[in-house]
């Protein structure tokens, strides 16, 4: 089945302690991203990839890190979390075009405390 | 840069009745144009696309058209269900600004809530 398979799906912890949350993806995609959901402000989009080992910044990357060392695994990595990266996180991905749709995954509801 | 602008919620409708979400886009480009539905607990899904002027993407009964004139891309079903209840978010791909990147922008969203 093609998806995107994020993990933890429910993640508390506190400010300062190192986290990352996993994505992987089974479709050969090449393109990935990471958003985050906030109520009032919609999606917004930290990171992504175009392929291996090219990143770039999305429209909200302070605090955050990436890496694309693999096509299929694109985890989202806090170095220092602080509490205003409480949030709903999701990883997507797609083909590299414009006309096509992003499968996402399932979400990690994060809690910084 | 690139924005979308989508009707504020919630919205909240009868079953059966007709449904309208109001979305407009700013590019500079030819964006291709989404609705992705967000059912609770879960992660976005596409709902139809257009991909150029005067398309119609239609899935589930929802239909949107590509309006370059007007700039927009409003939502329709005419008899919604209560299992239509979700959160709705237009979105747009365009080229990034360096020209060779594509970028997905969505709007806020516009939470449906649809009573029996």
């Known amino acids: 089945e093609a998806q995107v398979t994020q993990n933890p799906r429910y993640l508390i912890t506190v400010t300062g302690k190192k986290l990352t949350v996993t994505c992987s993806q089974n479709?050969?995609?090449?393109?990935m991203s990471w958003y985050r959901q906030d109520p009032g402000l919609g999606l917004r989009q930290i990171y992504y990839s175009m392929n291996v080992e090219v990143t770039d910044k999305g429209d909200v990357p302070e605090g955050y890190k990436v890496s694309r060392k693999e096509k299929r695994n694109f985890p989202l990595i806090l170095e220092s979390p602080s509490p205003n990266q409480t949030s709903l996180y999701f990883c997507a991905s797609s083909l590299y075009r414009r006309t096509e749709k992003l499968f996402f995954g399932s979400g990690t509801q994060l809690s910084v405390l | 840069g690139d924005s979308v602008t989508q009707m504020e919620g919630p919205v909240t409708l009868s079953e059966e009745a007709f449904l309208t979400i109001n979305c407009t886009y700013t590019?500079?480009?030819?964006?291709?144009l989404f609705w992705y539905v967000q059912y609770p607990g879960e992660g976005l899904q596409l709902l139809l696309k257009a991909t150029k002027a005067d398309d119609k993407g239609s899935n589930k009964g929802f239909e949107a058209t590509y309006r370059k004139e007007t700039t927009s891309f409003h939502l329709e079903k005419g008899s919604v269900q209560v299992s239509d209840s979700a959160v709705y978010f237009c979105?747009?791909?365009?080229?990034?600004?360096?020209?060779?990147?594509?970028?997905?922008?969505f709007g806020k969203g516009t939470l449906l809530t649809v009573n029996p």
């Open positions: 479709m050969n995609h090449e393109y």
């Open positions: 590019a500079t480009g030819y964006p291709s």
């Open positions: 979105a747009l791909s365009d080229l990034g600004s360096g020209g060779s990147n594509y970028k997905l922008t």
